[in-house]
């Protein structure tokens, strides 16, 4: 099972798909290998959404970010 986290509260926000995790690399910057953390805002979203990513992902981060413009995520194998 794949986990994503709010970095910064350490709270869970949900599980994601192989393909969605894939898909999560795919499109941002990892400044390692074995970096797990992301920074995203609504910017990222519009950007996810243009590039065709799954709308359940889509919605698992709009829920995320709630009313907040930002935040860093990160995930994990359980």
Not at 5 to 10: A, E, F, K, L, S
Not at 31 to 40: A, M, P
């Amino acid at each position: 099972m794949i986990r994503l986290y709010d970095n910064t509260t350490q709270k869970p926000l949900g599980n994601l798909t192989e393909d969605q995790l894939q898909f999560l690399m795919a499109h941002l910057e990892e400044e390692s290998n074995d970096d797990q953390d992301y920074y995203i805002n609504r910017a990222t979203l519009e950007m996810f959404q243009q590039a065709g990513a799954d709308p359940a992902f889509i919605d698992l981060l709009q829920r995320s970010l709630d009313d907040r413009s930002d935040m860093e995520i990160r995930w994990e194998r359980t």
